[in-house]
């Protein structure tokens, strides 16, 4: 598939044919859902089969929003419809795990919210960078009686250690760029004026050395940090099956009542709002 020009609402942008940016655009809270699958797909396979392409950058068009939390007013048939990947595993989760595997540098450049399936992709990417004043990451799930769904509790522990991992799943609050740094989290956080040089400086470095050795320093530090298919499938099961539960559309709807999918206080102040439910 050519994706020169725009794919729906996540663009992307050959910088040249060694340096890509990624940017979602889905406005105004860039929201994630079955309607999306397609595109990113077509982004996770023009990365695994494209020759020349060696760093990809993830970013967003949308002010305070890097990449959200799923769509919760789609329909649940359209996305228990959905086939699975070529992993085996359902779409979401297998196009984060063929991220993670691509023969291609993967980095999230975070300013704004990216909180469930952005920090999901932010965890898939090879590196993520975020805005010190800007960024907010966070697994939310837990506090609407939801379990993650895209992979954290596989990948978060290996980059911060288990209890900071609990910490984050388990608080469900939300977490800033400088203690995003601090717990590993992301890689670095920068001042925001400092993010873009930074983040475009380093892709293009990457760009500019020889693909196969990327590609084979990539796969040996893949075998010795990524988690199996086996670790990252049970999570979207249990996504699914705790979405269906009472207890979490009882906590959904009142996150629906406070504003939640709609511009507003409870989108840029997700974490505060679920730790209210339960009080």
Same mark, same amino acid.
Request: a positive charge; charged letters at 20%; aromatic letters at 6%.
């Given at each position: 598939m050519d994706i020169s020009a725009n794919v729906g609402q996540?663009? #992307?942008? &050959?910088?040249?044919?060694?340096?890509? !940016? #990624?940017?979602?655009?889905?406005?105004?809270?860039?929201?994630?859902?079955?309607?999306?699958m397609a595109q990113l797909n077509a982004v996770v396979a023009a990365l695994e089969s494209d020759e020349q392409v060696k760093v990809v950058v993830f970013d967003s068009a949308v002010e305070g929003f890097f990449l959200t939390h799923y769509d919760f007013l789609a329909k649940?048939?359209? $996305?228990?419809?959905?086939?699975?990947?070529? $992993?085996?595993?359902?779409?979401?989760?297998?196009?984060?795990? !063929?991220?993670? &595997?691509?023969?291609? #540098?993967?980095?999230a450049s975070i300013r704004g919210r990216a909180t469930g399936v952005g920090s999901e992709l932010a965890l898939a990417s090879d590196m993520r960078f975020a805005? !010190?004043?800007?960024?907010?990451?966070?697994q939310w799930e837990v506090g609407a009686g939801l379990v993650p769904g895209g992979g954290p509790m596989a990948r978060l522990p290996r980059l911060m250690g288990r209890g900071r991992a609990l910490e984050v799943l388990l608080g469900a609050d939300d977490i800033p760029g400088d203690l995003a740094e601090r717990y590993g989290y992301v890689n670095r956080s920068f001042p925001d004026a400092e993010l873009d040089s930074f983040v475009d400086a380093l892709a293009q470095r990457i760009a500019s050395f020889d693909k196969q050795a990327i590609t084979e320093t990539k796969r040996l530090v893949d075998v010795a940090s990524l988690p199996s298919d086996a670790e990252i499938a049970p999570e979207w099961e249990a996504f699914m099956t705790?979405?269906? !539960?009472?207890?979490?559309? $009882?906590r959904i709807k009142?996150?629906?009542?406070?504003?939640?999918?709609?511009?507003?206080?409870?989108? $840029?102040?997700?974490?505060?709002?679920v730790g209210q439910l339960g009080r």
């Open positions: 996540i663009r #992307v942008d &050959r910088r040249s044919p060694a340096y890509w !940016r #990624v940017t979602f655009d889905l406005p105004p809270l860039n929201i994630f859902g079955p309607g999306n649940p048939e359209e $996305t228990l419809g959905l086939p699975p990947g070529p $992993t085996g595993l359902q779409q979401l989760p297998d196009m984060l795990v !063929r991220l993670s &595997r691509a023969p291609v #540098v993967s980095i805005s !010190r004043e800007k960024a907010i990451l966070s705790a979405l269906a !539960r009472p207890a979490a559309q $009882t009142q996150l629906m009542e406070r504003g939640f999918h709609k511009p507003g206080d409870v989108e $840029t102040h997700l974490g505060y709002h």
